[in-house]
């Protein structure tokens, strides 16, 4: 169940029950286009949604199966042309999107698998051209961002030969 809530007045205005659990949600940048009001909602099926907040309610603008798995995060790049979506199991998929003009654009650019699972955050580095994963087990990776007219997807989305740059980051234990 997807639930909007009104903060001052301390009570939900919109709800609304989708199939599967929702397991993460990325609020897209404000622009003309979408008025700040898309959202990406990840669920436990595999399942994105892309929601629009509107005066009558939460408004289903697309949906498609990313992954096989539940879905750990998803983030937009800050110029809005590229969503990154990573299951528990460690895939990657980055989607060609626009959130200027079309927001209900997602073009499926390319998929790969990290070496690990239990992927617990990602974030876009300040200039949209490399993103950082991070997973359970202390491994960061940082990914390039694909170029949608540089990967061939003409018989599969899988890319290969990735260039990534691997941490492994240990905690000290108290």
């Known amino acids: 169940m997807i639930k909007v809530w009104d903060y001052v007045r301390m009570a939900v ?25 898309v959202c990406a909602v990840g669920f436990d099926n595999g399942l994105v949604r892309i929601l629009s907040i509107t ?12 992954h096989d798995d539940a879905i750990a995060c998803l ?12 299951s528990v ?6 989607f060609e999107t626009d959130g200027l003009n079309d927001v209900q654009m997602y073009k499926p650019i390319c998929t790969f698998g ?4 239990g992927v617990t ?3 876009w580095n300040p200039d949209d ?8 087990n202390g491994k960061v990776y940082q ?3 694909p170029k949608p007219d540089e990967i061939d997807s003409s018989d599969s989305f899988l890319w290969e030969n990735i260039k990534m740059t691997t941490w492994t980051i240990k905690i000290m234990e108290f």
């Open 143 to 145: 990914i390039q961002r």
């Open 13 to 37: 205005t919109y709800q609304h029950m989708f199939s599967g659990a929702g397991t993460c949600i990325e609020h897209m940048a404000h622009s003309d286009g979408n008025k700040g009001r």
């Open 114 to 117: 990290l070496p690990e699972t």
């Open 121 to 123: 955050d990602m974030k």
């Open 75 to 86: 983030k937009y790049t800050e110029d809005m042309k590229c969503l990154c979506t990573a």
């Open 55 to 66: 005066a009558d309610g939460i408004q289903l603008l697309k949906a498609f199966k990313a």
């Open 89 to 94: 199991k460690g895939d990657v998929f980055f």
């Open 129 to 136: 051209n490399s993103i950082i994963i991070g997973c359970l």
